[in-house]
């Protein structure tokens, strides 16, 4: 199946028209299952450059997603499955330009809600992909964030942008409704963290104190959970950051049809501020 917005992105490169690049981060929830056809057709739906999925396994439905991306286009594919244990989440990159891994120190130990990799577009640019573990496990949770600030504090790999699923808000903004006992102190924290280091919060760049959420719980209270940080050499380049819930066709009311998560849809201008 043929692309044709990015069939009109590649020759713009060759003659260094403005484009605007697009990457998608989503949790597509326990490797997509049945769903999985489902979140390949939102996808191209929403025409990305670069897709960063969160909950990928090693499963025959995320598999044969990942199969499917490749044979559309997105040729160049990592991913952290660990092959001892196929069915535990992990994460897919997935682009339309070469990538290569990276390793840094300081870098999250979550071998497989980790993955750092340098994206080899026109303008090269460094992209972490994360799914922070949840408030269940402090024990993992809480050295993940710290890692994440140690990382940055020595970061000198160029422009780059982190995103993915961090089970993180902000405190009275991030979450619909107050619960009890009150959640996201440390996450709040880590968050605040981030901006003191110039690591913009994408959405919140661009919309201010606009309240969206991007997962909902049990009791039907919404939470933001998922972002995308610039760096100061990146942040120039952010043009757009939405969220969208997929949409099945069959079930066209329902929410969470195709994920309990909604999609962090970027947009990028990479020539924007390029020395």
């Not at 440390?186 to 901006?195: G, I, P, S, T, V």
Request: charged share 25%.
């Amino acid at each position: 199946m043929s692309n044709p917005l990015v069939l009109k992105i590649c020759p713009l490169m060759a003659n260094h028209q403005k484009y605007i690049m697009r990457i998608i981060f989503w949790n597509i929830r326990a490797g997509g299952g049945r769903r999985a056809d489902g979140i390949f057709s939102q996808l191209l739906t929403w025409r990305p450059d670069i897709i960063g999925l969160s909950e990928f396994r090693g499963t025959p439905s995320s598999q044969k997603l990942a199969a499917d991306l490749h044979q559309d286009g997105y040729a160049h594919q990592l991913s952290t499955i660990n092959p001892q244990s196929k069915a535990k989440n992990a994460l897919l990159l997935a682009s339309r330009w070469p990538l290569r891994p990276l390793q840094l120190k300081n870098t999250p130990q979550n071998r497989e809600r980790w993955l750092l990799a340098s994206i080899q577009a026109p303008r090269p640019f460094t992209l972490g992909l994360m799914h922070v573990p949840n408030y269940t496990h402090p024990e993992l949770k809480y050295p993940y964030l710290d890692a994440v600030l140690k990382m940055i504090d020595q970061w000198d790999s160029g422009p780059a942008i982190l995103g993915g699923d961090t089970n993180c808000g902000k405190r009275g903004i991030d979450e619909e409704k107050a619960t009890s006992p009150p959640i996201f102190k440390r996450e709040h924290a880590w968050l605040e963290e981030m901006e003191k280091r110039q690591w913009v919060d994408g959405f919140r760049h661009l919309h201010g104190n606009r309240r969206e959420f991007t997962w909902y719980s049990h009791r039907n209270n919404g939470f933001r959970l998922d972002y995308a940080f610039l760096n100061p050499e990146f942040r120039s380049a952010l043009k757009g950051a939405r969220h969208e819930w997929g949409d099945d066709p069959q079930q066209p009311e329902r929410r969470e049809a195709l994920s309990d998560h909604a999609a962090l849809i970027i947009d990028l201008d990479p020539q924007t501020g390029k020395t």
